[in-house]
Protein backbone atom coordinates (compact mmCIF):
# COMPACT_ATOMS: atom_id res chain seq x y z
CA UNK A 1 0.00 0.00 0.00
CA UNK A 2 1.14 3.13 -0.76
CA UNK A 3 0.41 5.92 1.72
CA UNK A 4 0.38 9.95 1.47
CA UNK A 5 0.16 12.54 3.75
CA UNK A 6 -0.07 15.97 4.33
CA UNK A 7 -2.69 17.62 7.02
CA UNK A 8 -0.14 19.81 8.98
CA UNK A 9 3.28 20.52 8.41
CA UNK A 10 5.07 16.80 7.17
CA UNK A 11 4.97 15.80 3.53
CA UNK A 12 4.80 12.19 3.83
CA UNK A 13 4.88 8.87 1.82
CA UNK A 14 5.80 5.50 2.45
CA UNK A 15 5.04 1.94 1.02
CA UNK A 16 3.81 -0.34 3.66
CA UNK A 17 3.41 -4.42 3.35
CA UNK A 18 1.27 -5.36 5.67
CA UNK A 19 2.50 -4.09 9.44
CA UNK A 20 6.58 -4.03 7.46
CA UNK A 21 7.39 -0.52 6.57
CA UNK A 22 9.12 -0.79 3.13
CA UNK A 23 10.49 2.87 2.75
CA UNK A 24 9.12 5.82 5.03
CA UNK A 25 9.76 9.18 3.74
CA UNK A 26 8.97 12.15 6.15
CA UNK A 27 10.08 15.90 4.75
CA UNK A 28 9.58 17.87 7.88
CA UNK A 29 9.07 22.11 7.55
CA UNK A 30 10.12 22.58 10.85
CA UNK A 31 12.47 25.21 9.77
CA UNK A 32 9.81 27.10 7.87
CA UNK A 33 7.19 27.27 10.75
CA UNK A 34 10.04 27.65 13.50
CA UNK A 35 10.69 31.20 13.06
CA UNK A 36 6.76 32.06 13.52
CA UNK A 37 7.17 29.57 16.65
CA UNK A 38 4.24 27.64 15.00
CA UNK A 39 2.21 26.39 11.70
CA UNK A 40 1.40 28.78 8.48
CA UNK A 41 -1.19 27.80 6.71
CA UNK A 42 -0.61 28.91 3.69
CA UNK A 43 3.30 28.67 3.80
CA UNK A 44 2.82 24.67 4.74
CA UNK A 45 0.49 24.40 1.38
CA UNK A 46 2.80 25.79 -1.09
CA UNK A 47 5.68 23.50 0.43
CA UNK A 48 3.54 20.34 0.19
CA UNK A 49 2.51 21.15 -3.10
CA UNK A 50 6.65 21.00 -3.64
CA UNK A 51 7.67 18.02 -2.32
CA UNK A 52 4.98 15.68 -2.47
CA UNK A 53 6.07 14.26 -5.82
CA UNK A 54 9.68 14.19 -4.70
CA UNK A 55 8.23 12.38 -1.36
CA UNK A 56 6.41 9.81 -3.40
CA UNK A 57 9.12 8.97 -5.70
CA UNK A 58 11.64 8.16 -3.09
CA UNK A 59 9.30 6.45 -1.19
CA UNK A 60 8.69 4.14 -4.02
CA UNK A 61 12.34 3.95 -4.78
CA UNK A 62 13.49 2.86 -1.49
CA UNK A 63 10.75 0.37 -1.21
CA UNK A 64 12.19 -1.34 -4.03
CA UNK A 65 8.60 -2.52 -5.42
CA UNK A 66 6.92 -1.72 -8.50
CA UNK A 67 4.37 0.35 -8.37
CA UNK A 68 2.04 -2.42 -10.46
CA UNK A 69 2.56 -4.88 -7.52
CA UNK A 70 0.51 -1.65 -5.27
CA UNK A 71 -2.75 -3.46 -4.12
CA UNK A 72 -3.48 0.26 -3.28
CA UNK A 73 -3.19 4.11 -1.91
CA UNK A 74 -4.16 5.56 0.99
CA UNK A 75 -4.64 8.93 1.69
CA UNK A 76 -5.44 11.26 5.06
CA UNK A 77 -8.41 13.14 4.12
CA UNK A 78 -9.00 15.14 7.35
CA UNK A 79 -8.78 16.16 10.09
CA UNK A 80 -6.35 18.89 9.46
CA UNK A 81 -5.68 22.11 7.12
CA UNK A 82 -7.40 22.15 4.29
CA UNK A 83 -5.26 23.86 1.90
CA UNK A 84 -2.91 20.92 3.54
CA UNK A 85 -4.62 18.27 2.94
CA UNK A 86 -6.11 18.93 -0.55
CA UNK A 87 -2.38 18.71 -1.99
CA UNK A 88 -1.80 14.71 -1.01
CA UNK A 89 -5.71 14.10 -1.10
CA UNK A 90 -5.30 15.34 -4.99
CA UNK A 91 -1.86 13.83 -5.38
CA UNK A 92 -3.33 10.52 -3.92
CA UNK A 93 -6.07 10.62 -6.68
CA UNK A 94 -3.97 11.55 -9.47
CA UNK A 95 -1.68 9.02 -8.94
CA UNK A 96 -4.73 6.28 -8.55
CA UNK A 97 -6.39 7.27 -11.73
CA UNK A 98 -3.52 6.88 -13.34
CA UNK A 99 -2.05 3.75 -12.06
CA UNK A 100 -5.70 2.43 -12.27
CA UNK A 101 -5.47 1.93 -8.52
CA UNK A 102 -8.22 2.42 -6.03
CA UNK A 103 -7.82 5.38 -3.30
CA UNK A 104 -8.75 4.90 -0.11
CA UNK A 105 -9.35 7.96 2.50
CA UNK A 106 -7.93 7.19 6.34
CA UNK A 107 -9.28 9.43 9.34
CA UNK A 108 -5.83 11.27 10.79
CA UNK A 109 -6.75 9.65 13.70
CA UNK A 110 -7.36 6.44 12.87
CA UNK A 111 -3.76 6.59 11.53
CA UNK A 112 -1.96 7.25 14.53
CA UNK A 113 -4.73 4.55 16.46
CA UNK A 114 -2.87 2.23 13.89
CA UNK A 115 0.93 3.35 14.25
CA UNK A 116 1.23 1.24 17.29
CA UNK A 117 1.50 -1.76 15.01
CA UNK A 118 4.02 -0.17 12.20
CA UNK A 119 7.76 -2.39 12.66
CA UNK A 120 6.10 -5.41 14.98
CA UNK A 121 8.19 -8.21 14.73
CA UNK A 122 5.63 -10.35 13.47
CA UNK A 123 5.66 -9.05 10.22
CA UNK A 124 2.79 -11.09 8.83
CA UNK A 125 0.14 -9.93 10.62
CA UNK A 126 -1.67 -7.61 8.08
CA UNK A 127 -4.92 -9.75 8.99
CA UNK A 128 -4.97 -9.42 12.59
CA UNK A 129 -7.73 -7.16 13.63
CA UNK A 130 -7.18 -4.26 16.35
CA UNK A 131 -7.10 -5.54 19.76
CA UNK A 132 -9.74 -3.73 21.32
CA UNK A 133 -7.92 -1.18 23.95
CA UNK A 134 -7.91 2.06 25.74
CA UNK A 135 -5.91 4.91 23.19
CA UNK A 136 -4.35 7.84 24.69
CA UNK A 137 -3.95 9.99 21.72
CA UNK A 138 -1.59 13.26 22.38
CA UNK A 139 -0.35 15.51 19.55
CA UNK A 140 0.09 18.70 18.37
CA UNK A 141 -3.69 19.27 17.12
CA UNK A 142 -5.65 16.49 19.28
CA UNK A 143 -5.84 15.39 22.95
CA UNK A 144 -8.27 12.40 23.22
CA UNK A 145 -8.83 8.93 25.04
CA UNK A 146 -10.67 6.75 22.32
CA UNK A 147 -12.14 3.42 23.78
CA UNK A 148 -11.06 1.60 20.11
CA UNK A 149 -13.71 -1.76 20.38
CA UNK A 150 -12.42 -2.77 16.81
CA UNK A 151 -11.21 -1.53 13.68
CA UNK A 152 -13.67 1.47 12.73
CA UNK A 153 -15.33 1.38 16.02
CA UNK A 154 -13.94 4.12 18.17
CA UNK A 155 -15.72 5.92 21.05
CA UNK A 156 -14.35 9.25 22.25
CA UNK A 157 -14.29 8.96 25.91
CA UNK A 158 -12.58 12.33 26.82
CA UNK A 159 -11.11 15.19 24.83
CA UNK A 160 -9.72 18.57 25.44
CA UNK A 161 -12.20 21.51 25.85
CA UNK A 162 -9.72 23.57 24.39
CA UNK A 163 -5.76 23.27 23.34
CA UNK A 164 -3.91 20.42 22.68
CA UNK A 165 -1.01 19.04 24.71
CA UNK A 166 1.47 19.62 22.10
CA UNK A 167 0.17 22.85 21.98
CA UNK A 168 0.44 23.35 25.80
CA UNK A 169 4.45 21.88 25.23
CA UNK A 170 4.81 24.30 22.18
CA UNK A 171 3.33 27.45 23.96
CA UNK A 172 5.57 27.12 26.98
CA UNK A 173 8.79 26.56 25.04
CA UNK A 174 7.76 29.61 23.11
CA UNK A 175 7.67 31.97 25.78
CA UNK A 176 10.58 30.44 27.33
CA UNK A 177 12.53 31.16 23.58
CA UNK A 178 13.79 27.48 23.73
CA UNK A 179 12.68 26.53 20.00
CA UNK A 180 10.19 24.75 17.84
CA UNK A 181 8.74 22.23 18.04
CA UNK A 182 8.40 22.70 22.05
CA UNK A 183 7.79 19.26 23.17
CA UNK A 184 11.13 17.43 22.73
CA UNK A 185 13.30 20.77 23.41
CA UNK A 186 11.29 20.98 27.23
CA UNK A 187 11.77 16.62 27.27
CA UNK A 188 15.48 16.98 26.48
CA UNK A 189 16.03 19.84 29.04
CA UNK A 190 13.53 18.24 32.09
CA UNK A 191 15.49 15.47 32.17
CA UNK A 192 17.61 17.13 34.19
CA UNK A 193 15.36 19.18 36.10
CA UNK A 194 13.24 18.83 39.29
CA UNK A 195 9.87 18.07 38.49
CA UNK A 196 8.51 19.02 42.15
CA UNK A 197 10.68 23.21 42.11
CA UNK A 198 7.33 25.04 40.71
CA UNK A 199 4.00 24.42 41.03
CA UNK A 200 1.93 24.13 37.95
CA UNK A 201 -2.13 23.44 37.99
CA UNK A 202 -3.41 19.68 37.11
CA UNK A 203 -6.77 21.09 35.97
CA UNK A 204 -10.14 19.71 35.84
CA UNK A 205 -9.50 16.36 38.13
CA UNK A 206 -12.43 17.22 40.00
CA UNK A 207 -15.27 15.64 39.97
CA UNK A 208 -13.12 12.28 39.53
CA UNK A 209 -15.02 10.62 37.09
CA UNK A 210 -14.30 13.80 34.99
CA UNK A 211 -12.47 12.48 31.89
CA UNK A 212 -12.07 16.06 29.71
CA UNK A 213 -8.68 17.90 29.52
CA UNK A 214 -7.97 21.22 29.50
CA UNK A 215 -4.42 22.78 28.78
CA UNK A 216 -5.15 26.76 28.43
CA UNK A 217 -4.89 28.00 31.83
CA UNK A 218 -1.58 25.84 32.12
CA UNK A 219 -0.38 27.75 29.32
CA UNK A 220 -1.47 31.08 31.04
CA UNK A 221 0.04 29.61 34.39
CA UNK A 222 3.32 29.95 32.97
CA UNK A 223 2.89 33.03 30.59
CA UNK A 224 2.13 34.44 34.83
CA UNK A 225 5.07 33.19 36.10
CA UNK A 226 7.23 34.41 33.48
CA UNK A 227 5.63 37.83 34.23
CA UNK A 228 6.29 37.78 38.20
CA UNK A 229 9.75 36.15 38.21
CA UNK A 230 11.33 36.79 34.60
CA UNK A 231 13.03 34.71 32.57
CA UNK A 232 14.92 31.57 34.23
CA UNK A 233 18.46 32.71 35.66
CA UNK A 234 20.74 29.62 35.25
CA UNK A 235 20.43 26.71 32.95
CA UNK A 236 19.15 24.75 35.92
CA UNK A 237 16.53 26.91 36.64
CA UNK A 238 15.31 26.39 33.16
CA UNK A 239 15.45 22.60 33.07
CA UNK A 240 13.32 22.44 36.79
CA UNK A 241 10.64 24.89 35.27
CA UNK A 242 10.26 22.73 32.11
CA UNK A 243 10.57 18.89 34.24
CA UNK A 244 7.84 20.90 36.62
CA UNK A 245 5.72 22.00 33.58
CA UNK A 246 5.90 18.50 31.85
CA UNK A 247 5.17 16.79 35.31
CA UNK A 248 1.97 18.78 35.57
CA UNK A 249 1.45 17.55 32.01
CA UNK A 250 2.20 14.13 32.33
CA UNK A 251 0.13 13.78 35.81
CA UNK A 252 -3.01 14.72 34.05
CA UNK A 253 -3.05 12.13 31.31
CA UNK A 254 -2.02 9.26 33.10
CA UNK A 255 -4.78 10.40 35.60
CA UNK A 256 -7.46 10.56 33.02
CA UNK A 257 -6.21 7.63 31.44
CA UNK A 258 -6.60 5.46 34.54
CA UNK A 259 -10.50 6.86 34.95
CA UNK A 260 -10.95 5.54 31.24
CA UNK A 261 -9.42 2.85 32.22
CA UNK A 262 -11.75 2.25 34.77
CA UNK A 263 -14.93 3.43 33.07
CA UNK A 264 -14.11 1.33 29.99
CA UNK A 265 -12.89 -1.85 31.85
CA UNK A 266 -9.74 -2.50 29.23
CA UNK A 267 -6.57 -4.41 29.96
CA UNK A 268 -4.69 -2.78 27.10
CA UNK A 269 -3.26 0.93 26.48
CA UNK A 270 -2.39 2.11 23.45
CA UNK A 271 -0.37 5.61 23.61
CA UNK A 272 0.07 7.28 20.05
CA UNK A 273 0.61 10.37 18.36
CA UNK A 274 3.29 13.23 18.41
CA UNK A 275 3.63 13.35 22.55
CA UNK A 276 4.00 9.62 22.74
CA UNK A 277 7.45 10.29 22.19
CA UNK A 278 8.11 11.65 25.50
CA UNK A 279 10.10 10.47 27.46
CA UNK A 280 8.42 10.98 31.09
CA UNK A 281 4.83 9.61 29.23
CA UNK A 282 6.37 6.54 28.08
CA UNK A 283 8.29 5.27 31.34
CA UNK A 284 5.27 6.54 33.63
CA UNK A 285 2.72 4.54 31.44
CA UNK A 286 4.99 1.34 31.18
CA UNK A 287 5.01 1.69 35.26
CA UNK A 288 1.42 2.20 35.40
CA UNK A 289 0.69 -0.92 33.41
CA UNK A 290 3.43 -3.25 34.94
CA UNK A 291 1.92 -2.45 38.45
CA UNK A 292 -1.63 -2.87 36.96
CA UNK A 293 -0.62 -6.17 34.97
CA UNK A 294 -2.28 -4.33 31.56
CA UNK A 295 -0.66 -4.99 28.27
CA UNK A 296 1.15 -1.72 26.76
CA UNK A 297 2.22 -0.60 23.96
CA UNK A 298 3.79 2.97 22.71
CA UNK A 299 4.15 3.68 18.77
CA UNK A 300 7.69 3.14 17.98
CA UNK A 301 9.44 6.52 18.30
CA UNK A 302 9.48 7.28 14.40
CA UNK A 303 6.18 6.38 13.83
CA UNK A 304 5.32 9.07 17.11
CA UNK A 305 5.09 12.27 14.34
CA UNK A 306 3.15 12.46 11.73
CA UNK A 307 3.77 9.71 8.77
CA UNK A 308 2.11 8.22 5.87
CA UNK A 309 3.45 4.41 6.98
CA UNK A 310 0.63 4.89 9.56
CA UNK A 311 -1.87 5.97 6.62
CA UNK A 312 -0.98 2.97 4.63
CA UNK A 313 -1.68 0.32 7.53
CA UNK A 314 -5.11 1.82 7.81
CA UNK A 315 -5.52 1.76 3.89
CA UNK A 316 -4.44 -1.83 3.96
CA UNK A 317 -7.01 -2.94 6.89
CA UNK A 318 -9.54 -0.75 5.39
CA UNK A 319 -8.81 -2.61 1.43
CA UNK A 320 -8.97 -6.31 3.46
CA UNK A 321 -12.18 -5.39 5.21
CA UNK A 322 -13.43 -5.19 1.58
CA UNK A 323 -14.41 -1.33 2.66
CA UNK A 324 -15.18 0.67 -0.88
CA UNK A 325 -12.58 2.73 -2.10
CA UNK A 326 -13.49 6.27 -1.56
CA UNK A 327 -11.72 9.92 -0.43
CA UNK A 328 -12.95 12.53 0.35
CA UNK A 329 -11.43 16.07 2.35
CA UNK A 330 -12.55 16.67 5.55
CA UNK A 331 -11.17 19.41 8.31
CA UNK A 332 -13.08 18.29 11.21
CA UNK A 333 -15.08 14.80 11.20
CA UNK A 334 -14.91 13.39 14.01
CA UNK A 335 -13.27 9.50 14.66
CA UNK A 336 -15.99 8.54 15.86
CA UNK A 337 -17.75 8.80 12.32
CA UNK A 338 -14.89 6.91 10.15
CA UNK A 339 -17.43 4.34 8.82
CA UNK A 340 -19.58 6.81 7.70
O1 LIG B 1 1.43 13.97 15.85
P1 LIG B 1 2.24 15.17 15.56
O2 LIG B 1 3.55 15.00 14.84
O3 LIG B 1 1.44 16.21 14.74
C1 LIG B 1 0.08 16.43 14.94
O4 LIG B 1 -0.75 15.65 14.38
O5 LIG B 1 -0.20 17.38 15.68
O6 LIG B 1 2.51 15.90 16.96
C2 LIG B 1 3.32 17.04 17.06
C3 LIG B 1 3.43 17.45 18.53
C4 LIG B 1 4.12 18.79 18.74
O7 LIG B 1 3.30 19.61 19.55
C5 LIG B 1 5.41 18.42 19.46
O8 LIG B 1 5.87 19.42 20.35
C6 LIG B 1 5.00 17.17 20.21
O9 LIG B 1 4.17 16.48 19.28
N1 LIG B 1 6.13 16.33 20.61
C7 LIG B 1 6.47 16.08 21.89
C8 LIG B 1 7.65 15.29 21.87
N2 LIG B 1 7.98 15.08 20.56
C9 LIG B 1 7.04 15.71 19.81
N3 LIG B 1 5.88 16.47 23.04
C10 LIG B 1 6.46 16.06 24.19
N4 LIG B 1 7.59 15.32 24.26
C11 LIG B 1 8.21 14.93 23.13
N5 LIG B 1 9.33 14.20 23.20
ZN1 LIG C 1 -0.91 13.66 13.81
Known sequence: MLGFESSCDETACAVTNGTEVLS??????????AKF????????????????WPCMRSAIEESGIDPDQLDGIAVTEGPG??????????????????MGKPVYGIHHLE???????????????????LAAHLALLVSGGHTMLV???GPGEYVIVGTSRDDAVGEAFDKAAKMLGIGYPGGPVIDRLAAQGDP??????????APRDNLEFSFSGLKTSMFVHLQREGQPDSRQALMDLCASYQEAIVDVLLEKTRRA?????????????????????????TDLCAQRGLEF???PLKYCGDNAAMVALAGQRQALAGLPAHVDVHTNRSIEDVLR
Not at 24 to 33: C, F, M, R
Request: proline letters at 4%; aromatic letters at 6%.
Open 196 to 205: KRFKFPRAML
Open 24 to 33: NVVASQIPTH
Open 37 to 52: GGVVPELASREHLESI
Open 261 to 285: LKLTGHRRVHVVGGVAANSVLRSRF
Open 297 to 299: RAA
Open 111 to 129: GHVYSVYLDQENKDSSSEP
Open 147 to 149: DAR
Open 81 to 98: LVGALLISVQAARAYGAA
